[in-house]
C-alpha cells in the first residue's frame, strides 16, 4: 500500500476536481446583452438624449406600437422644437423622439423640414396624407409642403386657438394629421378638431363647420370675462346667447343653425 499511495493521490485530486460545480456569476457580475456595457443598468428606463434615438418601451408613457406612426423613419426629417419656458431649441429626428421628449409638456411647436438624402418622394401613407389634406384643386407638385404641415400638427400645438394652431388648420389638414397620427398624445384633440366637436371663437356653421350637439367652453381665453355668444337660425333669428357664466354650462346647437362665439376661447362638445 505504501507503494500505491502517491499514485492514488493525484488520481484522486482529479476525480474531485471533475465533479466540483463550475463557479456561476454572483449577483454583483454584470449581465450584458448584445447591446448593453459595463456599468449599464438594462431595467432602467432611458433618458431622450435630443437628435439620439427614442428611449425603447415607450413614448411618453405610450407603449411602442400604440403611439408610433406606422412610417416614422429617423433622420427622414427634421423636428426643431422650441419651449414654452427658457430651454434651448431642441432638433430631433423624428415624431417619435417629439413624442417620448422629456419636456413634452413643455414643447410650444414644433418646426418640420424635410431632411432626407435625395429628392422627397412620398411613401404610400405619406400620399394618402397629402391626398387627404389638400383642398380641391388646390394640390400641387409633390405635396412636401402639406405633408410638413401635417406632420407638424402632429408633434405638439400648446396654443391650439394661436398663430399656426389648430383652428387656422383647414379641415382637410385636421383630418390628415388625425389619421396620420391617431395614438399620439394630442391624437384625440386633434380628432375633436377635424370632427368639429372642438373649436374656437368665431362665426360657425352647424353640421357645416361644427358639429351639432351640447357644447360647453373648454379652455377659456385670454379676455373670457368679456365672453358673448350667440346661436342664431337658418332666418337669421336669435336662438339663444349668453356670457361666460352660461358657456360654463351648456349651448345646444342643431343643425342648420348658425353660432357666433367672441372672445370666449374653446369649445367642446359634451359626451
Not at 438624402?117 to 409642403?145: C, H, Q, V
Amino acid at each position: 500500500m505504501r507503494r500505491l499511495f502517491p499514485t492514488a493521490l493525484p488520481v484522486l485530486m482529479l476525480l474531485v476536481a471533475c465533479t466540483a460545480p463550475s463557479p456561476q456569476p454572483t449577483s454583483a457580475t454584470p449581465q450584458l446583452g448584445p447591446d448593453a456595457s459595463p456599468g449599464s443598468n438594462p431595467s432602467a428606463s432611458a433618458t431622450l438624449v435630443p437628435g439620439g434615438p427614442a428611449p425603447s418601451g415607450t413614448l411618453n408613457g405610450v407603449a411602442e406600437g400604440d403611439g408610433a406612426p406606422g412610417e416614422d423613419e429617423p433622420g427622414r426629417f427634421s423636428f426643431l422644437c422650441s419651449s414654452l419656458d427658457a430651454s434651448p431649441v431642441v432638433q430631433l429626428s423624428s415624431l417619435a423622439e417629439v413624442w417620448a421628449a422629456s419636456n413634452y409638456t413643455r414643447i410650444a411647436s414644433c418646426e418640420v423640414t424635410y431632411a432626407g438624402s435625395g429628392p422627397f418622394e412620398p411613401t404610400a401613407r405619406e400620399a394618402e396624407a397629402i391626398s387627404t389634406a389638400a383642398m380641391p384643386g388646390g394640390s400641387s407638385g409633390n405635396g412636401l409642403d402639406t405633408l410638413l404641415d401635417v406632420l407638424r400638427l402632429c408633434t405638439r400645438i400648446s396654443d391650439e386657438a394661436g398663430p399656426g394652431g389648430f383652428d387656422e388648420a383647414s379641415r382637410g389638414t385636421l383630418l390628415a394629421s388625425s389619421a396620420y397620427c391617431p395614438k399620439g398624445p394630442q391624437g384625440k384633440i386633434i380628432a375633436a378638431w377635424a370632427r368639429g366637436e372642438r373649436f374656437g371663437d368665431g362665426s360657425h356653421a352647424v353640421a357645416d363647420g361644427v358639429a351639432a350637439g351640447t357644447f360647453q367652453l373648454l379652455k377659456p381665453g385670454a379676455y373670457a370675462e368679456d365672453c358673448a355668444w350667440t346661436v342664431t337660425g337658418s332666418d337669421g333669428s336669435v336662438v339663444a346667447r349668453g356670457g361666460l357664466a352660461e358657456a360654463a354650462k351648456q349651448v345646444v346647437l342643431e343643425d342648420g343653425q348658425n353660432f357666433t362665439s367672441d372672445k370666449c376661447g374653446i369649445w367642446g362638445k359634451m359626451y
